[in-house]
């Protein structure tokens, strides 16, 4: 059995400082703020963002308030602390930059064998890599993000 944990709002919290760092990105680069609950992602701007708007976005979330605002989801840390490492893989589709940021940072690294970075989008073929890359057929997996299992369901 292995353990794959994905990063954003579920290892990590991090929905609200992520919009916000996305609201002032947009304001620095002459745009409107997005109002929403929901977690604002590139997808869902209003037009695609700019390189800069990124960049802007990103050294907001991590070189200004990452370690203030970003909290660990306590009893999921619980759970990997209790584990040998070679067990426990990181999943996720957030920047590779950013994720690698918030791992050092919270000093997260030390709980995995392995970081793998998938956009999510294909539930069979993300399902396909999580095989190949654990060597396991038995997950335990940690996701927020509820429609990553839709197509699977649905299928």
Excluded at 60 to 68: I, V
Excluded at 131 to 143: G, H, L, M, P, Q
Aim: positive net charge.
């Amino acid at each position: 059995m292995v353990y794959v944990v994905d990063l954003d709002d579920t290892l990590v919290f991090t929905k609200q400082l992520n919009n916000d760092a996305y609201n002032f990105a947009l304001e620095q680069n002459g745009q409107c703020r997005v109002k929403t609950s929901k977690r604002l992602t590139r997808e869902n701007l209003n037009e695609i963002p700019s390189k800069k708007l990124i960049a802007d976005k990103q050294n907001y979330f991590t070189q200004k308030w990452l370690k203030y605002r970003v909290v660990v989801n306590e009893d999921i840390l619980k759970i990997l602390q209790n584990q040998e490492k070679e067990n426990c893989y990181l999943w996720t589709s957030a920047d590779k930059i950013r994720a690698e940021y918030i791992l050092k940072e919270l000093d997260l690294y030390k709980y995995f064998n392995k970081i793998i970075f998938d956009d999510k989008k294909n539930f069979n073929d993300s399902l396909k890599m999580l095989k190949d890359v654990t060597k396991s057929n038995a997950f335990f997996i940690f996701e927020d993000n509820h429609t990553v299992f839709l197509s699977f369901l649905i299928r």
